[in-house]
């Protein structure tokens, strides 16, 4: 896809971070972009901030309420007709140990981060295939590669990602829906002060490592990049990301070398 005038995306948790920043290039580039996160005002005061805001729709989605998901689905192509690129992005961290963490926090994040993907990808897919083309972004993360401090479930449910579009990708090729998965390292957004603690209130801290991170902006240019050049998989970040390969290659090194990282 390398035009990108007049394409409909479709953007989960583009209220903020990551999601605003992929929003505000595609509509910078020509596309129609549909807005989506649980806050209506947020959104609506993010739409006035994007280079072309006729070129928008604001439609509040809650990824834990499977329920909107077909609704939600059917306004957009009641107003649209198409749904060229759906960005899987809304998500939440954690800052808990495992051992202190009750299960119902691990739920509550698997659903928004894994199951609010798919259900959503699962409603879109009936339209993308009536298409000629279309494409599914999904912003994993680093820790979608491997475990780290304080991030069990959040780690779990961005491995579940993997699994799940990569058979997606494969399933789909025949109708021309490409699935591109996203592995961000640290980005400055609002995501540590957002993430759940262990009693289920948010962390509340803008965490050194990600003050330390790349911008949004840059993470968005990547995203779209890799998009445009028909790309599996990206990794946006700064040297954390030379973490992945280390994984892979010398594991027992990685090990040696991430246990020695601070968790924030
Ligand atoms: N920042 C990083 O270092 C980093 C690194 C790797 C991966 N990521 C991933 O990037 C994605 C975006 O995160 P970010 O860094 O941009 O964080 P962020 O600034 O906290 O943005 C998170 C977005 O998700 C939305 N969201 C949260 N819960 C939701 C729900 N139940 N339903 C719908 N939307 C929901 C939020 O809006 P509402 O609260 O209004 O719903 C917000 O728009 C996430 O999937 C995250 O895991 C981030």
Redesign the pocket.
């Known amino acids: 896809m390398k035009n990108l005038e007049n394409k409909i995306v479709w953007i989960?948790?583009?209220?903020?971070?990551?999601?605003l920043a992929v929003a505000k290039l595609f509509n910078e580039r020509g596309s129609v972009v549909i807005l989506?996160?649980?806050?209506k005002e947020?959104l609506e005061k993010t739409q006035k901030t994007l280079p072309n805001p006729e070129k928008s729709f604001v439609l509040p989605?809650?990824?834990?309420k499977p329920e909107q998901f077909v609704m939600a689905t059917k306004q957009v192509i009641d107003r649209y007709n198409d749904i060229d690129v759906l960005v899987n992005?809304?998500?939440?961290?954690q800052r808990s140990l495992a051992s202190e963490t009750p299960i119902d926090i691990d739920r509550a994040i698997m659903e928004?981060?894994y199951f609010?993907h798919v259900g959503l990808t699962k409603a879109v897919l009936p339209f993308m295939h009536t298409q000629k083309e279309a494409y599914i972004i999904t912003?994993?993360?680093?820790?979608g590669k491997f475990g780290f401090f304080q991030r069990s479930a959040y780690a779990a449910s961005?491995h579940a990602l993997q699994g799940f579009f990569e058979s997606l990708r494969l399933e789909e090729e025949k109708n021309n829906i490409k699935v591109l998965l996203a592995y961000?390292?640290?980005?400055n957004?609002?995501?540590s002060q957002?993430a759940l603690k262990s009693d289920g209130t948010v962390h509340g801290d803008h965490d050194q490592n990600?003050a330390n991170?790349i911008s949004?902006e840059e993470c968005a240019e990547k995203i779209l990049s890799a998009m445009r050049k028909n790309k599996l998989e990206v990794f946006p970040g700064g040297r954390e990301i030379n973490a992945a390969k280390l994984k892979r290659f010398a594991p027992k090194t990685f090990h040696k070398v991430i246990k020695k990282q601070k968790p924030t």
């Open positions: 989960t948790g583009a209220s903020s971070g990551i999601g989506s996160a649980r806050k947020t989605l809650d990824l834990t992005n809304g998500g939440i961290s928004v981060n609010g912003i994993s993360s680093l820790s961005k961000p390292g640290y980005v957004t609002q995501i957002n990600q991170g949004p």
